[in-house]
């Protein structure tokens, strides 16, 4: 969820745009969805904001309709331990 925008100016006739955003809807629905046993072939994993994957594909430098690469960015991130809070499964996939 979008919380503000700010623009800031730049060099010369370039401005910057800086985004605020709040991640708690997200975390309080992981942590909802923890509270459930998952059984069965079918898992949810977690709930990932878009303005996170938008942000982790930025940084490594993958187009987001670039379906294939993204899955890999969002599978890595995931799996890397360091946004456990946004998982709702700690299993590996």
């Not at 878009?50 to 982790?56: N, Q, R, V």
Request: charged fraction near 30%; proline fraction near 3%; aromatic fraction near 12%.
């Amino acid at each position: 969820m979008k919380i503000s925008e700010k623009f800031i100016d730049g060099d010369g006739d370039k401005f910057h745009v800086r985004n605020t955003f709040d991640p708690n809807p997200s975390l309080r629905s992981a942590e909802l969805v923890r509270q459930y046993d998952q059984k069965g072939d079918y898992r949810h994993i977690g709930r990932f904001p878009a303005w996170l994957i938008e942000m982790w594909c930025k940084e490594a430098g993958v187009r987001l309709d670039d379906i294939h690469a993204r899955q890999e960015v969002i599978r890595k991130k995931i799996l890397s331990g360091g946004f456990d809070a946004f998982r709702s499964w700690m299993g590996t996939y």
